[in-house]
């Protein structure tokens, strides 16, 4: 069996990745919450997991540093997936990208006048193609997290941001106005590694497919 490396990121893709993984027969030996370990070892001595930042998954895997990699569309698109196969939407990680303005803020009339808006997000790439595509004007301000608290202090009129239980923009009085597209993650292949180490991807591949179908 080929050695292959799987990236990852800690929290939820971790944690939403691993019954796939055990679908696979895979087990991770350590808890990457608790262990400051970036490089894990699983219970098939031929395969081993590292731990990297969620928007670093699909540049460790495009170079080949890892062989595959469960990464957010969200991610996804901001990267543009070069070098990446992105064979299976693995239907976790679930939210959806929102554009987000202050509970007062009136946005349908905003855009209705044709107001050019500021707006903060981390999804510069996303941002611009939704705003691009209503034919709106906005100045497009790079947050690297914490977008919430921008229209708050004035940064910004709106943001582009996941959500998922709506929790955090209720707590700072902000609203979804517009729903972009829904995120979820993908797996992720390296191309070139597809080919050469086909006959260990593949039936990890197969494995992650039937656990799709059975949930
Ligand atoms: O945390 P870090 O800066 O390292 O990176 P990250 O935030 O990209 O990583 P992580 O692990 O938090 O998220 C990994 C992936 O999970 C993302 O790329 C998404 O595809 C997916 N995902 C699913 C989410 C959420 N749900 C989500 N709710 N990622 C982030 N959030 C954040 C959101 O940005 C907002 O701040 O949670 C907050 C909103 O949550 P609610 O429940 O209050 O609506
Ligand atoms: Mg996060």
Redesign the pocket.
């Given at each position: 069996m080929t050695n292959i490396t799987i990236a990852l990121?800690k929290?939820?893709?971790f944690e939403d990745t691993a019954p796939f993984l055990k679908a696979a027969g895979i087990v991770a030996q350590d808890d990457p919450e608790s262990s400051r370990k970036l490089i894990i070892d699983t219970n098939n001595p031929a395969v081993r997991l590292i731990m990297v930042?969620?928007?670093d998954v699909p540049t460790y895997v495009q170079y080949g540093a890892a062989d595959l990699g469960v990464?957010?569309?969200?991610?996804l698109l901001e990267h543009g997936g070069g070098g990446l196969y992105q064979p299976l939407d693995l239907q976790i990680?679930?939210?959806r990208m929102m554009v987000a303005v202050p509970d007062d803020f009136d946005y349908e009339s905003a855009v209705f006048q044709g107001a050019r808006l500021r707006v903060a997000t981390k999804y510069l790439k996303t941002a611009r193609d939704h705003f691009a595509d209503k034919g709106m004007h906005v100045d497009l301000i790079k947050l690297y997290?914490s977008m919430?608290l921008a229209p708050l202090v004035g940064l910004a009129d709106a943001i582009v941001?996941?959500?998922?239980?709506?929790?955090?923009?209720k707590a700072n009085h902000l609203k979804a106005v517009e729903e972009i597209m829904p995120?979820s993650?993908r797996l992720i292949i390296n191309q070139a590694a597809l080919k050469l180490k086909r006959e260990t991807i593949q039936p990890l591949l197969e494995a992650f497919r039937s656990a799709i179908a059975a949930t």
């Open positions: 990121s929290g939820r893709i930042r969620a928007s990464a957010g569309k969200d991610v990680a679930r939210c997290g919430e941001d996941l959500v998922s239980s709506g929790n955090t923009l995120i993650a």
